[in-house]
Structures are given as structure tokens and as C-alpha cells.
């Protein structure tokens, strides 16, 4: 069966560096999206991504955030410069449609900035 | 502004009995409503979703829940529980109604634990 998968499991940083989330959406989806995960605090929706372009993004994802689908079968999250406040899981999801479906979730990345 | 309810953090119940976790949901259109576990160090697996129809769905491994739409609930609900139920639950919405139609937003997750 199809899985989304995410590159680092688990990656530490400095604060101010800039790190790169990796994922691998379902090779048929059209919507890309990232959430984020603060331990101990609700799932929460960053982007999404369609077409190309964002389509919808949340007040976290601020201009330190950028996300890119570089060539047709990876989508990544950038963050610019870290902040410990973006330690978190962060999860990318990707769905074949919008309206009825499903979103299928990859394993996620620990992020730890210190 | 769309937003779900889980009202308890943390759900006990034996093997073998049934068991419900409770979702409740506020949206300003039609919700669409999902459930998702989460087993530790793993993503987040979907179980099951409501969008049109007959009230009760029916998922993986034996799940079901149940639309409400009067009490803006969904409970989710098994017939016999299995130790390996034992993970965190999220519900989840979605209003395509308006803006915020793409995102999910969750609960903040129960934890079932299922005792031998």
C-alpha cells in the first residue's frame, strides 16, 4: 500500500539555522499539506499546497516558512531561521482530491532546535 | 471558525467490552468529519470519515462512529476492544463551506488504553 514518507525522523538544529523537511507524497495525490505537532498540544494545519501554488496557509506559517515541490515527487517545508518555539513533530499529509477524501499522514519529523 | 472537542484525555476499558470515544464539532457549514489513530512513534493512520449519508460509518479494524448532527457529535465506537486498540485518537473536521476548507483541524487527541 502507497505511504507517505518523511525524511529526518529526527533532526536537531541550532537556533537560527535553517532546516529543510523532506516528504514524499503519494505518487497520484494533487494536495500537499504540513502540520505541526508541539508535544503535548493539538495537531495543527501549516499549508497546503495545489497546483503549484498555496492554497490555503494558517497564522503560523509566517514569512519563515516556505514550502516548494522542487520536482514532481518531493514537497518540502523550509524554515528559514529556527526559533525553539518551531520544536515540534511535523507531519506532512497528502490527498488524491479535496472534497470527499481522506488526507494520508507520513511518519513525521522531530524537529529540535536548541 | 471550524474547531473539535474531545472531552476526555484519557479513555480505560477492558478487553472485550465496548468502548466510545467521544468528538464533538463545531462548524458554520457541513461538516466533514474523520477519525485518526496514532500508535507511538508512528504517523497519524486514518480510520474513518463521514461526508454524506447514512448517519453510522463503518472503518478499519472494526470501527465505527456514529453522526449526530443535532448534538454536533461523532463519537467513535467498537463493539469488543483488542490491547491492541490501545493509541491516541484524533477526530478531526473539515468545513468546505468557506476559508479554512483544505485544512483539518483536530482535537486534541484521547488516549484509549485497552486492559488485558
Known amino acids: 500500500e502507497p505511504e507517505v514518507t518523511q525524511t529526518p525522523s529526527h533532526q536537531v538544529t541550532q537556533m537560527g539555522q535553517e532546516v529543510i523537511l523532506r516528504c514524499v507524497p503519494i505518487s497520484n495525490h494533487l494536495y500537499f499539506y504540513w502540520y505541526r505537532q508541539i508535544l503535548g498540544q493539538k495537531v495543527e494545519f501549516l499549508v497546503s499546497f495545489y497546483n503549484n501554488e498555496i492554497s490555503e496557509k494558517s497564522e503560523i506559517f509566517d514569512d519563515q516558512f516556505s514550502v516548494e515541490r522542487p520536482d514532481g515527487s518531493n514537497f518540502t517545508l523550509k524554515i528559514r531561521s529556527t526559533k525553539l518555539e518551531d520544536s515540534a513533530m511535523y507531519f506532512c499529509?497528502?490527498?488524491?482530491?479535496?472534497?470527499?477524501?481522506?488526507?494520508?499522514f507520513g511518519p513525521g519529523t522531530r524537529l529540535t532546535v536548541t | 471558525a471550524q474547531s473539535v472537542a474531545q472531552p476526555e484525555d484519557q479513555v480505560n476499558v477492558a478487553e472485550g467490552n465496548p468502548l466510545t470515544v467521544k468528538c464533538t464539532y463545531s462548524?458554520?457549514?457541513?461538516?466533514?468529519l474523520f477519525w485518526y489513530v496514532q500508535y507511538p512513534n508512528r504517523g497519524l493512520q486514518f480510520l474513518l470519515k463521514?461526508?454524506?449519508?447514512?448517519?453510522l460509518v463503518k472503518g478499519s479494524y472494526g470501527f465505527e462512529a456514529e453522526f449526530n448532527k443535532s448534538q454536533t457529535s461523532f463519537h467513535l465506537k467498537k463493539p469488543s476492544a483488542l490491547v491492541s486498540d490501545s493509541a491516541l485518537y484524533f477526530c478531526a473536521v473539515r468545513d468546505l463551506s468557506g476559508a479554512g476548507s483544505y485544512q483539518l483541524t483536530f482535537g486534541k487527541g484521547t488516549k484509549l488504553s485497552v486492559i488485558p
Open positions: 499529509a497528502s490527498s488524491p482530491g479535496l472534497a470527499d477524501y481522506e488526507q494520508y
Open positions: 462548524v458554520s457549514g457541513n461538516p466533514y
Open positions: 463521514y461526508i454524506t449519508g447514512d448517519n
